[in-house]
């Protein structure tokens, strides 16, 4: 009987606990609500202000991301502290400050990795849908984030590279300046006028749509081949201009500087293979017979 006693008394006493504790509680969640959806608000303009001021919209993104993930801390922690459990906040603070090291420990790759993004994101080395080469991936910038960063590559391939191995390794960006450099290789007959082959293949080089007028195509002896003198051009393009792909400005090279070549009666022949012979009896013996 005692026990049964006991028990309603403590169903009641923890009952009337919680009916004390339902305002608190309540003011608790309007509070994280009101709190989420004020710093939402300021994140929001912060954001757009920075963006306006901003030459890189990877940054922007970035600190949107930390923001929004600091907010939610900060919330849960104001709302411990008016629900009456200060103490788990500050706890878990003090937790958090020593679980750090321990965890830093075990993942240490994570912690880099974060640290790796948020210099990326202040420095600057790359924008979106920038063209990049970096750890062996070669492909445009899709997006930066806290862990790591988001390229596709031109076979449609999309590489989640770790912030930590961009800023580790050499970051090739093939068009931050807007300019990037092609080249093409042809090979003309030894007894051709090689300055005449130059002089066509420059001539049409700067009549390709996509070809950039600033820096002026060049053509130059590559090297000397087994039956061909090869000549190598070089021009740039503009990555800026979407109206025309590096892929067709090449090929439209191609094809004029070959029509053209041909057309001015220059060879180009394939190459020669010379095969030697050092036996005494014949490579290939061939009999007739009468019939």
């Given at each position: 009987m005692n026990i049964t006693e006991d028990l309603?008394?403590?169903?009641?006493?923890?009952?009337?606990?919680?009916?004390?504790?339902i305002p608190r509680l309540t003011f608790g969640i309007l509070t994280l609500l009101i709190f989420l959806l004020v710093a939402?608000?300021?994140?929001k303009k912060s954001i757009q202000f920075i963006q306006e001021k901003a030459?890189?919209?990877?940054?922007?993104?970035?600190?949107?991301n930390f923001f929004a993930i600091l907010n939610v801390v900060l919330g849960t922690l104001l709302f411990l502290y008016i629900i009456g459990l200060s103490g788990l906040a500050a706890s878990l603070l003090g937790a958090a400050s020593i679980s750090a090291i321990v965890i830093?420990?075990?993942?240490?790759?994570?912690?880099?990795n974060f640290i790796a993004?948020?210099?990326?994101?202040?420095n600057s080395p790359f924008r979106i849908k920038d063209y990049v080469t970096t750890a062996n991936v070669e492909g445009t910038i899709v997006a930066l984030r806290l862990r790591d960063t988001h390229i596709k590559t031109s076979d449609g391939k999309d590489v989640y590279v770790p912030n930590a191995n961009i800023l580790k390794n050499p970051l090739f960006n093939n068009t931050i300046d807007g300019f990037l450099r092609k080249s093409f290789r042809i090979g003309v007959d030894y007894a051709a006028d090689v300055n005449r082959a130059q002089e066509i293949i420059l001539k049409n080089l700067k009549n390709i749509k996509g070809v950039q007028d600033e820096k002026s195509p060049q053509t130059f002896i590559q090297s000397l081949g087994s039956s061909t003198i090869n000549i190598e051009a070089r021009y740039w393009i503009n990555t800026f201009d979407n109206s025309i792909s590096s892929l067709d400005v090449q090929s439209n090279a191609f094809k004029t500087c070959?029509?053209?070549?041909e057309k001015a009666g220059i060879q180009m022949p394939g190459d020669i293979l010379e095969l030697k012979n050092y036996n005494t009896e014949p490579l290939l013996s061939i009999s007739y017979s009468n019939n």
């Open positions: 309603q008394n403590n169903i009641l006493d923890y009952y009337d606990h919680f009916i004390a504790f939402k608000i300021i994140r030459e890189n919209p990877l940054m922007v993104q970035f600190l949107n830093g420990f075990a993942f240490r790759d994570i912690g880099e993004g948020v210099i990326l994101a202040f070959l029509q053209e070549l």
